[in-house]
């Protein structure tokens, strides 16, 4: 799925993996997030030579409705972990509004663990 | 959806196999017949490929599958909380890895082992810890009880009762590792030994 904007000269279309891999560096840049989780199918992409990484950020858009982000993140221990997600939520909402113009409709932060 | 897929494929290859099971066990398949068809199949280079290929599309499909299905088992366990921009759900191997570096930090304790269930009531930790000799069990199990349940509070935002009930497994010699250890080192610190002038 990929989202479009039409303008005079054509059609711009943004890859939900553009949208994913900027979901990645935002969260990266909240104080207290250790690591963006991997799965199989990221790390197969990054053996195979795809360089930008977006790990097992998932990014869905239904019908008519506005884009969904579900990140998975390990957190740095000492930190308070709703004050963490919620600080990631801001930041890559803010982070995909500003650089693809994309409203979110949810964005779903899934703790995997805690580590130094 | 993709789970009632993965579940799907994983019936069609159990019933496959039993009904192949089945017509072999009742003689419904000639083995003559059978044998012609394997035979071509091991010969044929066209056959081969089509088999292997189809092997490897099998692998793949029961890896995605089980990942499918693991991926499900643990998104239930899971403690969530909503916010303004959306769903934010805790595993409780997080909650596992927080207790453990908790009671790491603890010099009372040698090695800790974290079990976390999420019921109705609220919490269940089951902490199971290896102690030094010196410490007062009572005392400190308790002080350790109360240290995980408000650390969880902060760091997780929890209101839910929280119920730790910790398990001592073993209790090991402090001072006699220590004297060990102070014997080693006062071994090696001989500086220049072994030195001829």
Request: glycine residues 4%; aromatic residues 6%; contains cysteine.
């Amino acid at each position: 799925m990929r989202e479009e904007e039409k303008t005079d000269f054509g059609t711009i279309k943004i890859h939900n993996n553009v949208i994913a891999s900027i979901a990645y560096l935002a969260a990266l840049e909240v104080d207290g997030v250790s690591r963006i989780c991997d799965d199989i199918k990221s790390r197969i992409a990054y053996l195979i030579g795809k360089k930008t990484k977006c790990g097992a950020i998932d990014t869905k858009t239904e019908k008519n409705e506005n884009m969904s982000i579900t990140v998975p993140i390990i957190v740095k221990y000492g930190y308070n972990i709703p004050e963490v997600a919620l600080k990631v939520q801001e930041k890559i909402k803010t982070a995909v509004e500003q650089a693809a113009d994309i409203p979110l409709k949810d964005i779903v932060v899934k703790i995997k663990g805690v580590e130094k | 959806m993709k789970t009632a897929l993965s579940i799907l494929f994983y019936t069609i290859i159990f019933a496959f196999i039993g009904t192949l099971a089945m017509a072999f066990a009742f003689h419904l398949i000639d083995i003559n017949e059978l044998m012609t068809q394997l035979a071509y199949a091991y010969n044929d280079l066209r056959m081969r490929l089509i088999t292997g290929l189809s092997g490897l599309v099998f692998i793949l499909l029961s890896f995605s599958a089980t990942q499918v299905i693991t991926g499900k088992i643990q998104r239930e366990k899971t403690i969530a909380f909503n916010n303004p921009n959306g769903q934010v759900t805790i595993t409780l191997s997080a909650v596992e890895d927080l207790i453990k570096r908790l009671a790491h930090q603890l010099s009372e304790i040698k090695d800790a082992k974290a079990d976390v269930k999420a019921t109705k009531k609220g919490i269940d930790i089951r902490l199971r810890v290896v102690l030094r000799s010196e410490t007062n069990i009572p005392d400190f199990t308790a002080r350790l009880q109360d240290l995980i349940a408000s650390k969880i509070q902060e760091v997780f935002g929890i209101d839910e009762p929280i119920n730790v009930k910790i398990h001592v497994a073993k209790i090991i010699g402090f001072e006699d590792k220590q004297k060990k250890r102070s014997e080693k080192n006062e071994e090696i610190d001989v500086p220049y030994q072994g030195l001829k002038i």
